[in-house]
């Protein structure tokens, strides 16, 4: 139904190739269109974000996902009405969905790794109860 945009398949170029299959095989099926913003981030770019408190790792002390190259992260925005958008709502639909796609892709070896979304970092179901919400985030654990 949708496909990235040039700047899209740039940034994800960047991921690990099971980040660029889990995103390529959802946007291939999602009723809702995204975007990748971000893939690999520099050093600079990162301790950035952390002063900003847009991080919690400042990529010098602990490194992040974002930080490896290929990256093991990737930040998406929902398309609304042709606009970026990070409301909760589209980008919780958007998680359950690559959630899934990646679950599949995982159980028929296409992929060595699952994804853990930045709004629920423990995994355990609860979305509330989290210190930090970073609902645009996906990265790849094992």
């Not at 408190?53 to 990529?59: V, W």
Request: net charge positive; proline share 1%; charged share 30%.
């Amino acid at each position: 139904m949708y496909k990235f945009g040039k700047k899209s398949k740039e940034r994800l170029l960047s991921c690990h190739e099971d980040l660029q299959l889990i995103m390529n095989t959802a946007i291939e099926v999602s009723n809702i269109d995204f975007a990748i913003v971000e893939g690999y981030r520099t050093l600079e770019k990162q301790m950035k974000y952390f002063i900003e408190g847009k991080s919690k790792i400042d990529g010098i002390t602990k490194k992040g996902k974002h930080n490896y190259n290929p990256s093991l992260a990737c930040d998406i925005c929902a398309y609304v009405n042709r606009k970026a958008n990070w409301d909760k709502e589209h980008l919780s639909y958007l998680a359950g969905l690559i959630h899934g796609v990646s679950e599949t892709l995982h159980k028929e070896n296409k992929i060595i790794h699952r994804v853990r979304w930045g709004g629920n970092f423990n995994m355990n179901g609860e979305l509330l109860e989290q210190s930090f919400d970073d609902r645009p985030h996906y990265e790849l654990v094992n």
